[in-house]
């Protein structure tokens, strides 16, 4: 047997070594986050966004990549870089909200803290998961309140570029539509309960009940009173809805456009998917309590583009601090 005890001292010797590099690059590494646990991940002319903040900026990019222009399964770094633009534009709110001495109002206050409810209600555990508490996402939805603040400051009645009530009325008629309808369904249902499509003559017969009621509607019958009839259910009258060109709310896709065509107080048939409509236009009132729920985005599609580019060209002004060990240390807890 040939002696082993020079290989045994070198092997020794290896092991210690070893050891002593794991354990000088473990204590580097809690260095190094303690070091960046007290540095903010981002500072915008001295406004600091705490890191509750930040990661939820990482977990909104990671949860819609494709809103920020990303795909799927991203890099971390692309992640965090849009993450980092979402911080600034939040911090920009802030600041310009503080320029101007705003001030949200008890209503503002009280829909954000509704819309918090909401989503901790729904994600709570999730956003714990990632360290963002409730009151976090309650200085979200009050920065969303303030930007909509200033964005009225401008364009409201009284703002530095008011936009008048005709031209506001304008947009809403171009992107929303006020109407009273009810429908039936160009299905039917057999004996063994299965929904199947009508037959071509069971259509025709439903396509004439509905063309003769908008013959009884220009006799003098009120729409409601037909819909009554039809359903049976005497004492129950439609209420006015209002849909926009985005939207859908159970109608077709080409629902809106057709309902678009009619003319403001006349009644026609609308088909769209399998259903079919008998719809009363209704003509939009800036009086109506439902123009007050549609005022800020009819503003905002008729100026909208405009804001956004006078937005980006102050958040170009900013001053931006970055450490990217902090960033990259917090992004870690969001995407693993």
Same mark, same amino acid.
């Given at each position: 047997?040939?002696?082993?005890?020079? =290989?045994?001292?070198?092997?020794?010797?290896?092991?210690?070594?070893?050891?002593?590099?794991?354990?000088?690059?473990?204590?580097?590494?809690?260095?190094?986050?303690?070091?960046?646990?007290?540095?903010?991940?981002?500072?915008?002319?001295?406004?600091?966004?705490?890191?509750?903040?930040? /990661?939820?900026?990482?977990?909104?990019?990671?949860?819609?990549?494709?809103?920020?222009?990303?795909?799927?399964?991203?890099?971390?770094?692309?992640?965090?870089?849009?993450?980092?633009?979402?911080?600034?534009?939040?911090?920009?709110?802030?600041?310009?909200?503080?320029?101007?001495?705003?001030?949200?109002?008890?209503?503002?206050?009280?829909?954000?803290? +509704?819309?918090?409810?909401?989503?901790?209600?729904?994600?709570?555990?999730?956003?714990?998961?990632?360290?963002?508490?409730?009151?976090?996402?309650? @200085?979200? /939805?009050?920065?969303?309140? +303030?930007?909509?603040?200033?964005?009225?400051?401008?364009?409201?009645?009284?703002?530095?570029?008011?936009?008048?009530?005709?031209?506001?009325?304008?947009?809403?008629?171009?992107?929303?539509?006020?109407? /009273?309808?009810?429908?039936?369904?160009?299905?039917?249902?057999?004996?063994?309960?299965?929904?199947?499509?009508?037959?071509?003559?069971?259509?025709?017969?439903?396509?004439?009940?509905?063309?003769?009621?908008?013959?009884?509607?220009?006799?003098?019958?009120?729409?409601?009173?037909?819909?009554?009839?039809?359903? &049976?259910?005497?004492?129950?009258? @439609?209420?006015?809805?209002?849909?926009?060109?985005?939207? /859908?709310?159970?109608?077709?896709?080409?629902?809106?456009? =057709?309902?678009?065509?009619?003319?403001?107080?006349?009644?026609?048939?609308?088909?769209?998917? =399998?259903?079919?409509?008998?719809?009363?236009?209704?003509?939009?009132?800036? &009086?109506?309590?439902?123009?007050?729920?549609?005022?800020?985005?009819?503003?905002?599609?008729? +100026?909208?583009?405009?804001?956004?580019?006078?937005?980006?060209?102050?958040?170009?002004?900013?001053?931006? &601090?970055?450490?990217?060990?902090?960033?990259?240390?917090?992004?870690?807890?969001?995407?693993?």
């Amino acid at each position: 047997m040939k002696p082993t005890g020079n =290989k045994d001292k070198k092997r020794r010797a290896v092991m210690l070594w070893v050891s002593g590099a794991l354990a000088v690059a473990a204590a580097a590494a809690i260095t190094l986050t303690v070091i960046f646990a007290g540095v903010p991940p981002l500072s915008v002319n001295g406004f600091e966004l705490d890191d509750e903040l930040y /990661r939820y900026f990482v977990d909104t990019v990671r949860a819609a990549p494709e809103d920020y222009g990303l795909v799927e399964n991203s890099p971390d770094s692309s992640i965090i870089e849009e993450a980092n633009q979402l911080a600034v534009e939040y911090a920009a709110v802030e600041l310009q909200f503080a320029e101007k001495g705003a001030v949200l109002t008890a209503a503002d206050k009280s829909t954000a803290s +509704k819309e918090t409810n909401n989503l901790w209600r729904i994600f709570g555990d999730y956003y714990e998961s990632i360290g963002v508490e409730k009151t976090t996402l309650m @200085l979200v /939805r009050e920065n969303v309140a +303030k930007s909509n603040v200033l964005f009225s400051l401008i364009y409201e009645t009284g703002g530095s570029k008011a936009v008048s009530e005709k031209d506001l009325l304008a947009s809403f008629n171009k992107n929303y539509v006020v109407f /009273r309808e009810f429908s039936d369904s160009f299905t039917t249902t057999n004996e063994l309960g299965e929904i199947t499509a009508m037959t071509d003559a069971e259509k025709k017969a439903l396509r004439t009940k509905f063309s003769n009621m908008v013959s009884q509607v220009q006799s003098g019958q009120s729409i409601d009173e037909i819909f009554s009839s039809y359903y &049976d259910v005497n004492g129950q009258s @439609l209420s006015d809805e209002v849909l926009g060109k985005n939207e /859908r709310s159970g109608y077709g896709d080409d629902f809106f456009a =057709k309902v678009q065509k009619i003319t403001a107080g006349s009644t026609a048939v609308v088909e769209s998917g =399998k259903e079919i409509h008998l719809v009363e236009r209704v003509a939009a009132s800036k &009086d109506a309590e439902y123009f007050w729920s549609y005022r800020l985005p009819a503003l905002k599609a008729l +100026k909208g583009e405009e804001y956004n580019k006078a937005f980006a060209e102050y958040v170009a002004t900013l001053s931006v &601090d970055e450490s990217s060990g902090t960033q990259k240390r917090l992004a870690r807890r969001v995407l693993g």
